[in-house]
């Protein structure tokens, strides 16, 4: 079993940062493949960003794409998401999830029952 927890979320203003933070434990060899999704009230969740185990190799949604950052830290089994340029648009609960992946496509599976294992999520609210 593999534990994620994440945490970092807040309110922020339009324009604004934050980083969001998730740390796995267990059988984290089990969790090679991380990721990022978020859900907004009345909307499916959805995926973010997702990074391989070497930290080489990362895929974002178009949405996304040029504002936020997900990066790794294998020692501290500690994913990451940096996320600039905040809109209103972007506020949702956001989950960290894991699955343990080798195959060379790995960025072909982005849907949420692709996933293993799941954070209990933290919010992000984006004022205008």
């Known amino acids: 079993q593999v534990q994620l927890v994440e945490s970092g979320g807040g309110l922020v203003q339009a324009e604004g940062s934050l980083r969001l933070s998730c740390a796995a434990s267990g059988r984290t060899v089990s969790a090679n493949v991380m990721a990022w999704f978020r859900q907004a009230p009345g909307k499916e969740r959805e995926f973010v960003a997702a990074i391989r185990g070497t930290g080489v190799g990362t895929y974002y949604a178009d949405s996304v794409k040029g504002r936020f950052t997900i990066s790794r830290d294998n020692v501290q089994n500690t994913v990451y998401l940096q996320m600039n340029s905040l809109k209103p648009e972007d506020t949702a609960v956001y989950y960290c999830?894991?699955?343990?992946?080798?195959?060379?496509?790995?960025?072909?599976?982005?849907?949420?029952?692709?996933?293993?294992?799941w954070g209990q999520g933290t919010q992000v609210t984006v004022s205008s």
């Open positions: 999830a894991a699955r343990q992946d080798y195959s060379t496509r790995w960025f072909d599976r982005r849907t949420i029952y692709d996933y293993d294992y």
